[in-house]
């Protein structure tokens, strides 16, 4: 959130340790992407957006409960184990696994078949993470419409094609 999109490097720490950085301290910090000013300026304004539109964090909850009810759904109707993590607008269907609460539990997951609903995500015109161990990042330019040709895509995948 703090570029707005664009990518930035920030950190913090207690006040006695931040206080060490310059200019306050004598210790100097910099890099490539420290204050960015055009990462800023997309920060500020994406901020700006959130405060003038304060019902946006709902519209993105209620984006990612409906894509994975959907992949939820989808499996149950196809016979398909699959266990779909959510945080908020962070979404991704794990295929063969009835839970995904820790590393181990997803490394057991099904890549292979995850590979093949990509393949058919990609050509249904769906832009999903290539890998299994990434989320989606539902966005607030998503609409209800994308979330059910996305779920449809995966519904219709795991029907037709051996996933």
């Given at each position: 959130?703090?570029?707005?999109?664009?990518?930035?490097?920030?950190?913090?720490?207690?006040?006695?340790?931040?206080?060490?950085?310059?200019?306050?301290?004598?210790?100097?910090?910099?890099?490539?992407?420290?204050?960015?000013?055009?990462?800023?300026?997309?920060?500020?304004?994406?901020?700006?957006?959130?405060?003038?539109?304060?019902?946006?964090?709902?519209?993105?909850?209620?984006?990612?409960?409906?894509?994975?009810?959907?992949?939820?759904?989808?499996?149950?109707?196809?016979?398909?184990?699959?266990?779909?993590?959510?945080?908020?607008?962070?979404?991704?269907?794990?295929?063969?696994?009835?839970?995904?609460?820790?590393?181990?539990?997803?490394?057991?997951?099904?890549?292979?078949?995850?590979?093949?609903?990509?393949?058919?995500?990609?050509?249904?015109?769906?832009?999903?993470?290539?890998?299994?161990?990434?989320?989606?990042?539902?966005?607030?330019?998503?609409?209800?419409?994308?979330?059910?040709?996305?779920?449809?895509?995966?519904?219709?995948?795991l029907s037709t094609v051996s996933v």
């Amino acid at each position: 959130m703090i570029g707005g999109g664009l990518p930035v490097g920030a950190y913090g720490g207690r006040r006695d340790l931040m206080e060490q950085i310059a200019p306050s301290g004598p210790v100097y910090q910099a890099g490539t992407l420290s204050g960015s000013p055009p990462a800023m300026a997309a920060g500020i304004a994406a901020l700006d957006v959130l405060r003038e539109n304060p019902g946006l964090y709902e519209r993105l909850e209620r984006l990612g409960d409906r894509l994975e009810t959907g992949f939820a759904d989808a499996a149950a109707a196809a016979g398909t184990v699959c266990t779909v993590g959510r945080v908020g607008s962070m979404v991704t269907p794990f295929i063969g696994i009835e839970r995904a609460r820790s590393f181990d539990d997803v490394k057991r997951a099904d890549r292979e078949r995850f590979g093949r609903l990509h393949a058919a995500w990609l050509e249904s015109g769906i832009l999903w993470p290539p890998s299994q161990f990434e989320t989606a990042f539902l966005s607030t330019t998503h609409s209800d419409e994308d979330v059910d040709r996305t779920v449809e895509s995966f519904a219709r995948t795991l029907s037709t094609v051996s996933v």
